[in-house]
């Protein structure tokens, strides 16, 4: 299969902080991957070297198998809508359209005009004088008509309402549905990434924690809850993501590829949101790391 990024022991470093370090990931192609983190994780930072806005200070990174902004034909093969999709206020739609198809040598003016209609947008309005959501979606649809392979979006939804957050994605959704390319999307919304996302990031304090198959992660990840129970005395196979106890009790969250068969343990399953925010907990996990993990 081929990947849409690749990052071999990337970093980037801002003087003396870094913003991303030792990132080894192998995302495949066909994918919508949702990369997720506190805030100053270094998402934004992940995004920016993969559309070729940054050098690594550290590692290497490829993107749909080149240099990111390498060339013309690369840059013109990966869209990225910044975070708090920026436009030209002065600009209106119809411009920003025209903008597109100078700058794009792929653009699809017939999705462009299609979509604006769709949304009731008025193409002689000012980018400035349109609502947060509407913005946005101006901001996908240049991404779009642009037909990248790969398009990558950085926080789009964080300023929309719950209705024009639905729509935005629902629209994404559909795009990728009928031209089949590869989406990475930051957001601090998980509920929203568990709606539209099949792979998974997850950056904590510069680095990356998790990067997989949503459904395999699903699968491989549990809450145990029973009596106070040391990490140590936990099978090694059983990769300890966090770990809570009171005088008498333990609840574990781990990872393992093996069943449980323990009749101590009340096993349960988690949803997305619980599994990310199991792995940005930041107490101590146990006596073994959660394991660094690219999935294929
Ligand atoms: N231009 C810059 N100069 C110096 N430090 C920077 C710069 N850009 C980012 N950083 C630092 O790098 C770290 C990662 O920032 P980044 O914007 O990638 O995080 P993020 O995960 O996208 O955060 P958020 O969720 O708040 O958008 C932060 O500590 C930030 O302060």
């Not at 690749?6 to 370090?21: D, H, P, T, V």
């Not at 700058?103 to 604006?116: K, S």
Request: charged fraction near 25%; include cysteine; aromatic fraction near 4%.
């Amino acid at each position: 299969m081929t990947s849409v990024l690749q990052a071999q022991g990337l970093g980037k470093r801002y003087g003396r902080r870094w913003a991303l370090r030792e990132c080894t990931i192998d995302i495949p192609a066909g994918h919508v991957v949702g990369l997720v983190g506190p805030n100053g994780a270094g998402k934004t930072t992940l995004l920016k070297l993969a559309s070729g806005q940054l050098e690594p200070t550290a590692g290497d990174i490829t993107v749909l198998g080149g240099r990111p902004g390498g060339t013309p034909a690369q840059l013109a093969r990966v869209g990225f809508v910044a975070q708090d999709t920026p436009v030209y206020a002065r600009l209106t739609v119809a411009e920003h359209l025209r903008l597109g198809a100078r700058l794009n040598p792929r653009w699809d003016d017939g999705v462009a005009r299609e979509r604006i209609a769709q949304l009731g947008l008025d193409p002689t309005q000012r980018a400035g004088r349109l609502s947060g959501g509407q913005r946005a979606q101006l901001a996908l649809t240049l991404g779009l008509a642009k037909r990248p392979e790969l398009l990558i979006l950085d926080e789009p939804v964080a300023s929309l309402d719950p209705l024009a957050r639905r729509e935005f994605l629902q629209g994404l959704m559909e795009a990728v549905v009928e031209h089949e390319f590869s989406v990475v999307l930051s957001s601090h919304l998980v509920s929203d990434l568990e709606r539209i996302c099949d792979y998974l990031i997850v950056l904590v304090d510069s680095r990356v924690l998790v990067a997989g198959d949503v459904d395999r992660l699903l699968a491989t990840h549990y809450r145990l809850t029973g009596p106070r129970r040391d990490p140590d005395r936990l099978p090694t196979d059983q990769h300890i993501v966090s770990a809570r106890h009171t005088d008498r009790q333990s609840t574990y969250v781990i990872r393992t590829d093996a069943p449980i068969h323990d009749p101590a343990w009340t096993v349960s399953r988690l949803n997305l949101e619980d599994l990310v925010l199991a792995h940005m907990d930041k107490r101590p996990a146990g006596s073994r790391p959660a394991p660094l993990e690219v999935q294929r």
